[in-house]
Nanobody, 116 residues
Framework: QVQLVESGGGLVQAGGSLRLSCAASGLSFSTRSMGWHRQGPGNQRELVASITNGGSTNYPDSVKGRFTISRDSVKNTVYLQMSSLKPEDTAVYYC??????????WGQGTQVTVSS
């Protein structure tokens, strides 16, 4: 059974930092691409960071230079380091794993709240 468990969310002041973790189980880590998405109040879910099997990363302009995605193959964990946080980064953050066959799995989400 595939499980993605996020942790590390919380309340932080604007300008602060948080690191989210996503522990994956039930998947072959070397065949996955992983990503972090977020959904704020009244908004659609959007991609904030992705990392491919080969380690290539992608970010939208809204977080580029502030967010960094990384993965630890030994721990089967993917991370999202968030710095210079803004109130508009407030959202529920979801971990996503996509297999080479195209199947996508989601974590349960972790709340990030940035106060001004």
């Amino acid at each position: 059974q595939v499980q993605l468990v996020e942790s590390g969310g919380g309340l932080v002041q604007a300008g602060g930092s948080l690191r989210l973790s996503c522990a994956a189980s039930g998947l072959s880590f070397s065949t996955r691409s992983m990503g972090w998405h977020r959904q704020g109040p009244g908004n659609q879910r959007e991609l904030v960071a992705s990392i491919t099997n080969g380690g290539s990363t992608n970010y939208p302009d809204s977080v580029k230079g502030r967010f960094t995605i990384s993965r630890d193959s030994v721990k089967n964990t993917v991370y999202l380091q968030m710095s210079s946080l803004k109130p508009e980064d407030t959202a529920v953050y979801y971990c996503r794993a996509t297999t080479l066959g195209g199947t996508t799995y989601w974590g349960q989400g972790t709340q990030v709240t940035v106060s001004s």
